[in-house]
């Protein structure tokens, strides 16, 4: 954890720059973005919001659509207030 606060310290002094750090464990270069998180997180400079939607998770197909749509990768996140 501290190693990931002195780099998130580091990374994000004038914005996310998403530099590649070695990790730790086997030095690898690796962005925060990256590393596998226990739950699905991730860094981003653009949301797509939708609030009380009442559609669940999305699905394959859907997630498909919307990468089509938008011409890149995504990475769903969900945020429960």
């Not at 997630?63 to 207030?81: A, F, P, S, V």
Request: charged fraction near 25%; proline fraction near 5%.
């Amino acid at each position: 954890m501290e190693w990931w606060q002195q780099r998130m310290g580091e990374d994000c002094d004038e914005g996310f720059k998403l530099a590649k750090y070695p990790t730790p464990c086997c030095q690898a270069a690796h962005t925060l973005h990256e590393l596998a998180y226990d739950w699905p997180q991730g860094f981003g400079r653009y949301a797509l919001p939708a609030m009380n939607a009442n559609i669940g998770e999305l699905s394959e197909k859907q997630r498909q659509d919307m990468e089509r749509i938008l011409g890149t990768r995504l990475r769903i996140i969900y945020q429960h207030l």
